[in-house]
């Protein structure tokens, strides 16, 4: 019986937990310090993909990437959002501290430019980050930006819908956001590389509206006799 | 003074086989289609000659192809070769329909001597595999008349010259038909032998418009030829003896052109931005494309792969019979920054640049834009969106003076169709536009839905909610 199990062990294909090795890919840490604990003091992967599923915009999405996108911006690298859902709205960005010059914004008409343009982003070395709202991917396109991105070894982002959590996908980094009760943000790590994923930690965002939980008190309330139409 | 003179026999023949591959026997027949006027190699050898009838030709080889000389053509053709000859030498004049002259006694200190000019000329004709008969002498019409015969030599000696000239039967020596004949009642059968006649006699004999020739040949009248300039645009043309379908087919006359152009580019120190591109179709209109680079671009090898992503998008409409390239806007070349001596690191302003004209080129240059806030208090006012342009220095907008706002703006005002589960702030009234008749007036709120997302809400003056950005 040891004989087979040890036979066993010596296959490649046998994947064994206990060995898995530290990773050695190079990374740029998110800016949320609880999250980079949790993503084993690493944070976005360089020259992988990462995604972010999620059901609705306004959840504090952009706030987890936007300590990214201060410094990528202040580092004088392109950023690059393809087919954004809403408008990225500029004051907003330069009151935040982004330098809005390294910002381009793409639009696209159909899949196949989308890919070919996020592909051309992801292998130029002048990109710094991609932010990429493709709809909906086949497991195939995934793969070929895959390879994209480790040639080009930048930072992406693609923004997908929380039904593909239980797809299969090439991505490094995978993971799921949920909203709070208190304007903040539930991220539930569905894979990552180099540890087993399941970790889950929540990240207070309710600045990015200005709020501090004893303000709420004070707030007029709306003359909400309309509501609901 | 010395003169070179370059005779194009069959520039039109050489220009269509240069830009497509040999495709078999080819002759140019003359503007009313009834003669040959000059025949390529392959159809020399079937036995077609210049001057012959083209049904006699069509009999000798079926499958010819053929093109009709056009004189426009011809004349623009003339205007190629000069450009490239302006690179060696500074004083040409064009010689209307098929030559070339260039001075060439200021340039042999230059060259080291005249056989080395002679080289030179002789090597760029080969590299541009053009056919043309050389000759110099001590006047321009002199050499002409020598390369016209195909009895030029690299010489400056004038007694030398003068011999192979006095040589010349009368025949070849382009007087009129009248004088020609008289010349010859008189027994005269060479050039030398009217040289040896009393200018006073030719003149009272013949004509003074003979005489004015004969010494323009001698040298002993003044034959002043103006210099040519070369035009501040560059135009090339492609004609194709098969129409091309598929836009596959252009990129081997593009690929020569191109190159011409980067090496005009070069040799100008410029660059430029755009490129026009025109096919000409047999019964449509023609095609024009423009094909723009984000930044000054010289490079063959980009402007090729920018036309590619072009044709890619537009697939040709008809079958192309010519095409043509045409630059008129140029700028100066900025001297070379960010490499590095060893070329080490990368270029990275050139890769933005590359970057950028590739996703134009496929996406439009619409589909592009960059932001900036705008001073404005109506928040759908405050943002203004540009074409993309290259990073300068780093601004920093004092972040402390703007108010806060949502990162997502809803390209219109969505009605609010959820109850808000919390009210966070507000509200804040925004209040203008009365100046542009665009006007607003609402009250602002931050509200949290129920679905979790932060929303940025307002009430209009109508009472009505509506949704219109998200804190995300």
Redo the contacts between chains.
């Keep these: 019986m040891s004989e087979l199990l040890s036979s066993l062990l010596q296959d490649a294909r046998v994947w064994q937990g206990h060995k898995h090795r530290k990773t050695n890919q190079s990374a740029e840490p998110t800016g949320y310090q609880v999250l980079d604990n949790q993503l084993g003091g690493l944070g976005w992967p360089r020259g992988a993909l990462s995604e972010c599923l999620l ?9 987890l990437v ?1 300590p990214l996108i201060q410094r990528v911006s ?1 580092e ?1 690298k ?1 950023i690059f959002w393809l087919n ?14 982004v ?11 159909d899949q196949n ?1 989308f890919l ?2 996020l592909e ?2 992801l292998r ?4 710094g980050l991609v932010l990429a709202w493709p709809g909906r991917l086949a497991g195939r396109d995934i793969r070929r930006l895959q390879l994209a991105s480790e040639a080009g070894g930048n930072v992406c982002v693609l923004f997908r819908s929380r039904r593909e959590v239980d797809q299969n996908s090439p991505a490094a980094l995978r993971l799921e956001l ?4 208190h ?1 903040d943000l539930k991220v539930n790590i569905i894979k990552r590389r180099g540890s087993w994923p399941g970790q889950r930690c929540s990240l207070a965002l309710g600045q ?4 501090t939980n004893k ?2 008190s004070q ?6 006799s ?4 | 003074m010395l003169w070179l003179y370059l005779h194009f026999p069959h520039l039109l023949l050489d220009h269509i086989r240069r830009h497509q591959p040999p495709t078999g026997a080819l002759v140019i027949v003359d503007g009313a289609g009834h003669f040959v006027v000059q025949a390529c190699p392959t159809a020399r050898d079937l036995g077609i000659e210049t001057g012959m009838r083209l049904k006699t030709a069509l009999g000798l080889a079926p499958d010819l192809n053929i093109m009709r000389a056009d004189p426009k053509q011809e004349a623009w053709l003339l205007e190629d070769q000069a450009r490239w000859l302006y690179h060696y030498a500074a004083h040409i004049t064009l010689a209307p329909p098929d030559g070339i002259w260039a001075e060439v006694s200021s340039l042999q200190k230059l060259y080291g001597g005249l056989p080395a000019i002679w080289q030179t000329v002789e090597q760029a004709l080969t590299e541009r595999q053009l056919t043309a008969w050389v000759a110099i002498a001590h006047t321009p019409s002199a050499a002409r008349l020598l390369a016209h015969t195909g009895k030029g030599e690299c010489t400056a000696d004038k007694g030398h010259i003068l011999t192979a000239l006095g040589n010349l039967p009368l025949l070849a020596t382009g007087f009129d038909k009248k004088s020609s004949t008289r010349l010859q009642r008189l027994g005269l059968n060479t050039l030398g032998e009217v040289f040896a006649l009393p200018a006073a006699e030719l003149a009272r004999r013949l004509s003074p418009e003979l005489l004015a020739v004969v010494q323009k040949i001698q040298g002993t009248r003044a034959d002043p030829k103006a210099p040519w300039q070369p035009p501040h645009t560059f135009r090339q043309r492609a004609d194709f003896i098969q129409e091309v379908e598929h836009s596959q087919g252009l990129l081997f006359s593009l690929q020569r052109i191109l190159a011409e152009l980067e090496e005009d580019l070069c040799w100008r120190q410029q660059d430029t931005d755009t490129l026009l591109l025109m096919l000409q179709h047999r019964h449509e209109e023609p095609t024009r494309l423009r094909i723009r680079t984000t930044g000054p671009e010289h490079r063959a090898q980009v402007f090729l792969k920018l036309i590619q992503l072009k044709l890619d998008q537009q697939p040709l409409r008809a079958p192309v019979t010519s095409l043509v390239l045409a630059v008129k806007r140029f700028t100066g070349r900025e001297a070379p920054g960010g490499q590095d001596l060893l070329g080490e690191t990368q270029d990275l302003n050139e890769a933005w640049h590359t970057l950028i004209s590739r996703l134009q080129a496929r996406l439009g240059e619409q589909a592009l834009k960059q932001l900036a806030p705008r001073e404005d208090h109506r928040p759908e006012c405050a943002w203004s969106a540009s074409d993309v342009r290259k990073p300068g220095k780093p601004y920093r907008i004092a972040s402390g003076q703007l108010p806060h706002r949502p990162l997502w703006l809803l390209k219109g005002p969505r009605p609010l169709l959820q109850t808000p589960v919390v009210w966070h702030s507000g509200p804040e009234r925004i209040s203008g536009g009365w100046w542009d008749g665009q006007r607003v007036h609402r009250d602002y709120y931050i509200a949290q839905l129920p679905g979790g997302e932060l929303a940025w809400v307002f009430r209009d003056v109508q009472d009505g909610w509506f949704i219109h950005g998200w804190f995300g």
């Design positions: 059901d609705t915009c306004g959840i504090g999405e952009l706030h936007l202040q004088g392109t954004p859902p809403h408008t990225p709205y500029a004051p907003a960005l330069a009151r935040e501290g330098s809005l010059d390294h910002l381009v914004m793409i639009n696209t008409r430019d070919w343009t051309n982003c130029s070395p002048v990109t949920i909203p709070g009760e304007q990015r509206a200005d709020i303000e709420s707030v007029v309330q709306g003359p909400w309309g509501a609901g139409r």
